[in-house]
């Protein structure tokens, strides 16, 4: 054999090899990260206690104030298509700063020194939840597992764009009212984890903090509710596969 075809054959070899520690590499940070994600988790009724309620109080500022902000967000882009207007869709853009002035709403509530965390569901319907707290972790799951139930309601009726991305086939109102009724869901059982957590024999927490509302949308509290119920009929009617 010619050495230049030997040369050949080692090169194409070594590039061979070359491509599968990559492959081997790239699935194997993979497995690592993502090998604790699942989609819809279920969550233990109770997962909070005396030592948690200054995390839970934090948490539910936040939850508000993220609730609030989207809820707005929602009912200023419905107005601005009118009533006969095309509807808004979901984009990456307008999701990147919508996701930036929720943020600083969510900064602006939290509590020095308490326990949050923070929560994603992909394009996969996975769920991933952050958080040093096991009992934030539960609020955190509670909200993800509304966006997994939307998600792969979407998925197993074809309704996806984008790379398979459910959000992708939906009105940017649609999705900002998910939000409030994934923030809406959180709320519900950080209060019920914050009752029990009250009630534990021997705890004595310390008051909560009074602080005046200042979260957007939160002078109007009849007009919040309204937008609340709003976003759940939104959210049945996706995960029904209506629209």
Request: aromatic share 8%.
């Amino acid at each position: 054999m010619d050495w230049r075809n030997r040369s050949g054959l080692a090169l194409a070899f070594l590039i061979l090899v070359g491509l599968f520690v990559i492959i081997v590499v790239i699935g194997g940070v993979s497995y690592f990260v993502y090998k604790d994600s699942k989609s819809i988790v279920p969550v233990p009724p109770v997962a909070c206690h005396c030592p948690d309620i200054a995390d839970i109080r934090n948490r539910l500022k936040e939850v508000g104030a993220a609730a609030a902000r989207y809820a707005q967000m929602a009912g200023t882009i419905t107005a601005a298509a009118g009533p006969a207007g095309q509807p808004a869709m979901f984009s990456e853009d307008r999701w990147t700063q919508g996701e930036a002035a929720v943020q600083s709403d969510v900064n602006a509530a939290y509590t020095p020194g308490t326990k949050s965390g923070k929560g994603k569901t992909d394009t996969a319907c996975v769920t991933r939840v952050e958080s040093a707290s096991a009992c934030i972790r539960a609020s955190l799951q509670t909200h993800e597992n509304v966006h997994a139930a939307s998600c792969e309601a979407a998925k197993q009726s074809g309704r996806t764009a984008n790379l398979g991305d459910y959000k992708a086939s939906m009105t940017m109102a649609d999705y900002w009212l998910e939000e409030v009724a994934a923030y809406t869901e959180e709320a519900r059982y950080l209060s019920s984890n914050l009752a029990q957590a009250m009630g534990e024999s021997g705890c004595n927490p310390p008051p909560a903090a009074v602080k005046a509302e200042t979260y957007p949308g939160r002078a109007n509290k009849e007009d919040m509710r309204t937008r609340l119920a709003g976003a759940w009929r939104r959210l049945s009617a996706y995960v029904g596969g209506t629209k």
